[in-house]
């Protein structure tokens, strides 16, 4: 006989039962990511045994303040950001039992870190234009295409991949979703080097890669379904993030402000206010979405989120080097480096404001994002689309 999922105070108990029973600074770091996860909580809405005890979401944020206050170590969200908000979600809702036993717990844990196998040379902000074509092999599959874009693929253990599995019907219905490893003979993980001179993007090249059946994600030709629930949890992940009053870019530029008087202008306070006003609607917006999931799937909204964040992020780093005149224009390193995280707030205002460039490209473009929004938000006639019915195979190259 089921229970129901445990409310805010029985939540509470477990947590302090649970940490009364593993001390975190006597425990090995890795020992305790794995009891934590085992004892569900970890995603405290996911099912019980999968992380998590099937609570609200939004009593995530209560657990996870409760685990930092006691000094417990992180699972570094930072570092697996694709992984926790992008492939859990997905293994979630389209796994097999076996897929979710294997592959949750050591995401969560940061034992294994996700990458992204979907945009491509030639179909990047058309997704359903992908040319990586995956044949099927008796119980495997043989893949071969490029990817390009891929942030952390030099990390990765694991990668989401579509793929395109059937050229003879229309684009969208001929797709189908994999797990892929990144450690398979045949993948090549080569980096691209950014404006900040550092890579963590890659392009991911593919060469007869044997991918078993068993990491399908989904139906065959269903791909296209399957990268919908990705990219919506993307879009939430990114744009919809938890986040405290001046906190991130916001915070690094109303330091300045108040910290060096000297920088203070009329037209710089008018810019500030006005960002300031912006960037508190968008955490707000933010936060009432995050409630929202609570009752259901993440829908076109977290576009919306993301589209806010990237605006944004460029806007404030570009007012943060406006304050700064010439000391702004310094850049700290241009050394090659393949960092492991990207993190804007305990680097120069040079990275910050080059860096944020990308984030009107990663995780969706900010003009298709405008589209989706128009169109499924805004309910606006859609564009006209030539293609939708024509077999993949027909379609100009």
């Known amino acids: 006989m089921s229970t129901a999922p445990p409310g805010a105070e029985e939540l509470e108990r477990r947590v302090a039962a649970f940490l009364a029973a593993h ?15 085992d004892a569900g909580l970890a995603w405290v809405h996911f099912p019980e ?125 001929g797709m189908t979703y994999f797990v892929c490893d990144m450690s398979a003979p045949g993948v090549e993980v080569r980096p691209l080097r950014q404006i900040t001179g550092e890579a963590e993007f890659n392009e991911v090249f593919l060469t007869d890669v044997a991918v078993p059946d068993e990491h399908r994600l989904g139906e065959v030709g269903d791909g296209w379904r399957v990268a919908m629930t990705t990219l919506m949890n993307e879009r939430v992940a990114i744009g919809g993030s938890a986040a405290i009053r001046e906190g991130g870019m916001m915070g690094v530029v109303t330091a300045l402000w108040r910290d060096r008087p000297e920088v203070r202008t009329a037209a710089g306070h008018d810019e500030l206010m006005r960002l300031w006003v912006e960037n508190e609607a968008a ?18 909204e977290g576009s919306a989120a993301k589209l806010a964040f990237a605006r944004l992020n460029q806007e404030i780093s570009g007012l943060e080097l406006e304050l700064l005149g010439s000391e702004g224009l310094r850049y700290d390193d241009w050394t090659m480096r393949r960092p492991t995280e990207v993190d804007f707030t305990r680097r120069s205002p040079g990275y910050r404001y080059l860096r944020a460039k990308g984030n009107s490209i990663e995780g969706g473009t900010s003009e298709i994002l405008r589209n989706i929004v128009a169109e499924r938000v805004l309910g606006l006639p859609g564009e006209i689309r030539v293609d939708k019915d024509v077999p993949w195979k027909d379609l100009p190259k």
């Open 23 to 37: 001390d975190p600074a006597a425990l090995e770091p890795l020992a305790f990511l794995r009891a934590r996860f």
């Open 49 to 173: 045994g999968l992380g998590g005890l099937g609570t609200p979401v939004a009593l995530q944020r209560a657990v996870d303040e409760a685990f930092a206050r006691a000094g417990a170590p992180s699972h570094r969200p930072e570092a697996n950001a694709i992984g926790l908000g992008m492939a859990a979600p997905t293994i979630l809702a389209f796994g097999t039992e076996e897929q979710k036993r294997r592959f949750l717990r050591p995401l969560w844990t940061g034992e294994e870190i996700w990458c992204q196998l979907f945009s491509e040379p030639g179909a990047g902000s058309d997704l359903a234009a992908l040319a990586t074509r995956a044949v099927r092999d008796g119980d495997s599959w043989t893949v071969n295409g490029q990817k390009v874009w891929t942030s952390m693929a030099h990390e990765a253990r694991w990668a989401i991949l579509v793929t395109r599995t059937d050229p003879d019907v229309p684009k969208h219905r």
């Open 283 to 300: 955490r707000l917006t933010g936060e009432r979405l995050r409630q929202q999931l609570a009752a259901g799937s993440p829908g076109p």
